[in-house]
Structure formats: structure tokens, C-alpha cells
């Protein structure tokens, strides 16, 4: 299917250009032959294409490739290309609703407001197959903690790790209002503090050191921090886990010209096969998969139930 549709923008770049001498990707040029249509000239591809990543993410150890991929990105698509580290979700769906990234992995609450706010398309997601694409949030606590359940967790402290985090705040919290069969207004009451510790991977470490009670994270974060080295799989237990989660996808900027995003995902289908960047792809073990934006409606309902709006979270 690609490889078709590039056929075809490429035999409409040839007539665009015809006569006119020229290669440059970004132009297109005049001097098509006297009595034809005239041609709609391509839209222009940025001169720096940035990809823009969540907190954790690129952090030392932690990294997951995400600097060679841009660069592997870069080399396919013949331009300039840039990795931007956000200081928080809000920052990266910023970051492209004015234009200062053109991609972004967003976590799937945060994608849904960027969607929203910042004309991002879900493209397609990291995983082992497409029946493997989604992930849960976890409830977790020290391993020497009394707590066999969450309810054993009343009066205690209690960490999420952002506001626009889908497993790391949403899910946790409806898994809460659910098994305690209480509303989203006394969730912090049943706690004696609720904080955000700014990451998953600051959560995992807070309960590894047992200097936190409770929190709630991602399965497939928590075993990023464990291969890390950073904690053991004997530093916590899980008291309870979630309905699955769409994976995170990565998204485009929606005013991206249409042959540069083709270029892009023909690419990024094809990234694993030659296993350069097995960092980037969970120690090799995944590959990308296209997804589409009815994929997260599952997240807009849990958002809508926690009564958990845009406006509330990005202000």
C-alpha cells in the first residue's frame, strides 16, 4: 500500500517538476508544458522536523533510543531533525500546538488532549504484535508494606505521577473510585496526601526507597526502571491492575504535508527490520504498528467519567 501511494506522489512530483531542472523535495517547480492542467504546487516539508518525547523517557540510563531514531529518521527523509525532552505532558503538547515540534510520543490522555488542543494524529504504536498493543497501570507499594489491597491504603500517603498521565493518574484513580466505590471528590480524602511526583519512574523509586505508600504506574514503565538496574522486581508489590490501556502512540503534527507523513510512516514500519536501534524497540522485541484515533475513545470515556476536562489539567 505504500509503496504504491509513493509511487504515485512521486510520478506527481515528476509532473510538478518537469522542466524545470530541479530535485529540491521542498519546491516545486514550474515550466510544465504549454496546454496542461496546471498543478497545485507541494505543500513545503519543515526545514528541521523535531520529535518531541515525555518525561523519562531520554533520561541517562532510561533512554530508548529516541536520539538515534531521529537521526536514522533524518537520514531517510534527506533533512534536519531534532529531538526535543519536554519538562512535563503539558510542555510537549505545547510544544506542538505552536509549532515547535512536528512529532511527538505522547502518552494516550495526553494524546487525546493534544488532539484536541494541538491537531495531533495518532500515527501507530510500539509493540510485540498488534494484539499486544495496550498496556495497564498498576497499583503498587513497598515490598514490606502491610497492604494486601487498596483499601488497606486509607490514611496513607500516595503518589500519581502527573495530571495528563493516562496509568500513572486516570486509570489509577478510576481503579480506585471502582474497587473503594467511592466518587473522584474523596479520592484524595481517603488518603492523608496525594502528590504528583512528576514520572512514573520518580514513583517506582519512591516506593523502592518506601518513602511513599502507595502509587500508581505503568507495568511496562516499571519493568524499564527494572532492567535499568534502578529497582528490583523485590522493592514493590502490585496490589491491583487495571482494564487495558491503548499503548502510546506516536503523533503527527495534522498540517504536516501528506507525502512527508506517507515518507514517515513508511519508515517507521520498516524500522525494526534491520535491528540498528533495539533500545528503541524494548530491547528489540517490538516493532510499530498504525493505529488511528478511535483506538483512544476508551481514554476520552475515562476521562469524561472522572469528569477530568483539557482545561482542567493544562491551566
Not at 44 to 68: D, I, T
Not at 172 to 179: D, F, G
Not at 250 to 278: C, G, M, S, T
Request: include cysteine.
Amino acid at each position: 500500500m505504500f509503496k504504491k501511494a509513493m509511487l504515485t506522489i512521486a510520478a506527481a512530483v515528476l509532473a510538478i517538476t518537469a522542466g524545470c531542472g530541479t530535485t529540491d523535495k521542498q519546491s516545486a517547480g514550474s515550466g510544465a508544458q504549454q496546454g496542461a492542467q496546471p498543478v497545485q504546487a507541494a505543500a513545503k516539508w519543515p526545514e528541521v522536523l523535531r520529535l518531541g518525547v515525555l518525561p523519562g523517557e531520554e533520561e541517562g540510563k532510561l533512554s530508548r533510543g529516541n536520539k538515534q531514531f531521529v537521526e536514522d529518521l533524518g537520514k531517510e527523509l534527506g533533512i534536519k531533525t531534532e529531538l526535543y525532552i519536554g519538562e512535563d505532558y503539558t510542555a510537549v503538547v505545547e510544544a506542538m500546538r505552536t509549532k515547535k515540534i512536528d512529532l511527538a510520543s505522547f502518552g494516550p490522555f495526553s494524546y487525546i488532549i493534544a488532539a484536541e488542543r494541538s491537531g495531533a494524529v495518532a500515527m501507530a504504536v510500539k509493540a510485540k504484535n498488534e494484539s499486544e498493543a495496550f498496556y495497564h497501570s498498576l497499583i503498587v507499594v513497598p515490598a514490606n508494606s502491610k497492604a494486601q489491597k487498596i483499601e488497606d491504603l486509607k490514611g496513607k500517603t500516595f503518589l500519581f505521577a502527573d495530571p495528563a498521565s493516562t496509568s500513572g493518574h486516570l486509570f489509577p484513580r478510576a481503579l480506585m473510585m471502582k474497587q473503594l466505590n467511592i466518587t473522584n471528590d474523596q479520592v484524595e480524602k481517603f488518603f492523608s496526601n496525594v502528590s504528583f511526583s512528576g514520572g512514573h519512574d520518580k514513583s517506582i523509586l519512591a516506593i523502592a526507597k518506601g518513602t511513599a505508600d502507595g502509587a500508581g504506574v505503568c507495568d511496562s514503565c516499571i519493568k524499564r526502571v527494572v532492567d535499568a538496574g534502578l529497582v528490583k522486581e523485590s522493592d514493590y508489590r502490585v496490589l491491583a491492575t487495571s482494564d487495558p490501556i491503548p499503548q502510546s502512540p506516536l503523533a503527527y503534527r495534522k498540517d504536516l504535508p501528506a507525502d512527508l507523513v506517507e515518507k514517515i510512516k513508511q519508515f517507521i514500519l520498516n524500522y525494526h527490520k534491520d535491528n540498528k536501534n533495539p533500545a528503541f524497540f524494548g530491547g528489540g522485541t517490538q516493532q510499530f504498528f498504525l493505529v488511528d484515533d478511535s483506538k483512544y475513545q476508551v481514554v476520552r470515556d475515562t476521562a469524561k467519567a472522572l469528569n477530568m476536562s483539557p482545561e482542567e489539567l493544562l491551566k
